[in-house]
């Protein structure tokens, strides 16, 4: 079964074997991004669409969409939303709770924001978060499904991006523009050159690994001295 054939099939599951399910007008859609990176924040969004305005069309799961189309949407849902919120969880807390409790930290932040605007919160993939101030309901593959839920993957993936873009701009070498934290190649071996930087998950293997390594210096402190 391909996954957007077994992300309905979850949905459908929603309503079986039980009464009638209640009408729900106004989604708060969440997702998140970067939960596997090395460095920088996990980004959590949720977004909330008006039933009565016209739909967004391109909508998608923001890793099936270009970075350039994905900054077009972006605009798109921005202005059309009823309500949006994202988090960007940095690396600290990510190391203090976990990146799985971190995630659902943010998950509840960002529900509370819209939450005056929703009736309730659908969460990509198979947890709802403890401690909602909304209704919440897990969905497999939502990303692909619902629409709600795939808006609020781009919002979370675009400003993830453009954060890691400005921690470029203090650590080029790392190269950060390039795979925004991810533990490829390259970051590898800068990361085993160089040491981990303040951006740097410190509770993840590879970076642990490499904490005898003096960190590295920002740019602008560099120039200072």
């Not at 074997?17 to 970067?34: L, S, T, Y």
């Not at 190391?95 to 659902?104: C, E, F, G, V």
């Amino acid at each position: 079964m391909s996954r957007r054939g077994a992300a309905a099939a979850t949905l459908a599951l929603f309503g079986a074997g039980g009464p009638a399910p209640v009408a729900v007008q106004r989604i708060a859609g969440v997702d998140e991004a970067g939960r596997g990176p090395l460095a920088g924040p996990v980004a959590v969004a949720a977004v909330v669409f008006n039933p009565a305005r016209p739909r967004i069309n391109g909508l998608d799961d923001s890793k099936q969409l270009t970075a350039a189309r994905r900054d077009q949407l972006y605009d798109r849902i921005i202005d059309r939303a009823l309500a949006f919120n994202v988090v960007l969880v940095d690396a600290p807390t990510v190391d203090r709770l976990n990146i799985y409790q971190a995630t659902l930290q943010g998950m509840r932040e960002v529900v509370a924001a819209v939450a005056h605007v929703a009736d309730l919160a659908r969460i990509d993939g198979n947890v709802v978060p403890k401690g909602l101030v909304l209704p919440g309901e897990a969905l497999i593959g939502g990303d692909a499904i619902d629409r709600a839920i795939m808006a609020a993957s781009i919002l979370a993936k675009v400003s993830r991006d453009r954060y890691m873009q400005q921690v470029h701009a203090q650590y080029p070498h790392f190269g950060f523009d390039q795979h925004k934290g991810y533990g490829t190649p390259a970051h590898l071996a800068a990361l085993r050159e160089h040491g981990p930087c303040v951006e740097h998950r410190r509770s993840f293997a590879p970076v642990r690994e490499c904490l005898a390594v003096p960190v590295a210096v920002p740019v602008e402190m560099a120039l200072a001295l």
